[in-house]
């Protein structure tokens, strides 16, 4: 195969376009997710477009549909993406998001309304299960972090671009528009490769040889891509040995235990680090923050921000992973937003004993929490989840990560506001804050890195971390002045 186009042999371009259309329903998800802030405003102004204003109930179940379908969702589209295969997995994703805006393009009744925004549930899961999953087994070693960041990335682009044209644009336009970029992915992508892992796992070698030597702009017959190959099919043949039921084999198999507790320590962090009340309280925020300053911006114009930092961190995170590596990325994030909560949680603390703070100080902690997220919290805990599992337990490992991240999404969603009533919202920070400090700890004790490493070599590391439990503080001090 000696057809390269314009692209010299073992180019990482079709790797690049490739993972762009995989993240593509993250581009679509994103604006979905977006499309609440301005469409919510709306629908509950005098100027609905329903004609009569929405109540807030209304607005609540559509806000709150998807994530609870997601719970269940991320467990279904795992099991999914194992059976039929990562491409027809993508496929669904982009048809269920579709027709979420067909409903809404179609009607105005609530049930109409609270369904298609549940529907957005089952692209979330998919989102976050499948497309790094896919990405990972697409990806050569040394750009696989930097295209797995892709999936924040396009979920802030998504929704920072749906920001925008929600207040520019009319209700219709805006839903044809996202009706747009689902449909485009659905027609686009039928030309992409299967995942080659999926193709070997189904015993379609010769497919699985032909799409990898297209990913890797190279024939098939070539050294390097037959070498790729076997390290596939060593891999699974490896998981053929061990028990089906995964649950058994996970809790059964130390090294396998100690990859699922990295891998739901990181998952919850990403989670409990505050950006998800942060985010919710950002309108309180700005409020207090525009005083004395004089800063005063809209409710989209504060989404708009948010977005853009969001954006920029999701780009930082692309850019410098294959440099910096997975785990000094994910100390330094955790470390600075552990830090910033705790001084938010501080100018919260001050405010109540009405003691004066910087009026600026919130708004730049809150930038800061949403900027460490989006370029070190989500996008390295994805990655790291999906590289330190084979190709048997990445999906669903995935899904069930995914679950809990749901259900922590759900619960802080509902309680929140009621505990920062009750026991101060300052009290919550410093939660928030030292969940951080405890991770960026955690990360530096027991994750190992996995950056450009094969799976043996990143399980070689868990066999030996089992001795840092043991460590003094002494020799944790040491590996953090490695940094």
Known sequence: MKFYGIFREGSKVNQVICAVLINLPVLAYGASIGWMSPMSLLLQSDHSPKGIPLTDAEVSYMASAPYLVCIVFDLVMAYVGDKVGRKLALML????????????????????????????????????????????????????????????????????????????????TTLWICLALPTIHMVVFVFMPESPSYLVKKGRIEEATKA????????????????????????????????????????????????????MVVTLAREVCGAIPVLNFAGDIFTLASKDGGLVLSPNQQAMLLGAVQVIGSILASSVVERSGRKPLLFVTSLISGLSMCLLGSWFLLRDYEIHAPSWLPLMTLCICIFCDASGLQPISIVLTGEIFSYKYRGIVMGVAMALASVSDFLQLLFFKPLAKTVGIHVSFFFFGIVCLLTSLYVIVVIPETKTRCLEDIYEDLKKNKTNEDKTPIEIKDEITRF
């Open 212 to 263: 990898l030597a297209w990913l890797r702009c190279r024939s098939a017959s070539d050294m390097k891509v037959q070498e790729e190959i076997q390290l596939i099919m060593k891999e699974q043949n490896n998981d053929k040995s061990v028990n089906k039921f995964f649950l058994k084999n996970i809790f059964t198999d130390q090294i396998l235990l100690k990859a699922f507790q990295i891998a």
């Open 93 to 172: 994703l982009s048809m269920a998001l579709a027709t979420s805006w067909i409903i809404l393009l179609c009607s105005f009744e609530t049930w109409a309304l609270i369904f298609a925004r549940s529907l957005v549930g089952v692209t979330m899961a998919g989102c976050f299960v499948n497309c790094p999953v896919y990405t990972k087994e697409i990806s050569d070693a040394t750009i696989r972090g930097a295209l797995g960041c892709l999936v924040v990335l396009f979920q802030t682009t998504g929704n920072l671009f749906l920001y925008i044209i929600g207040d520019l644009l009319s209700y219709r």
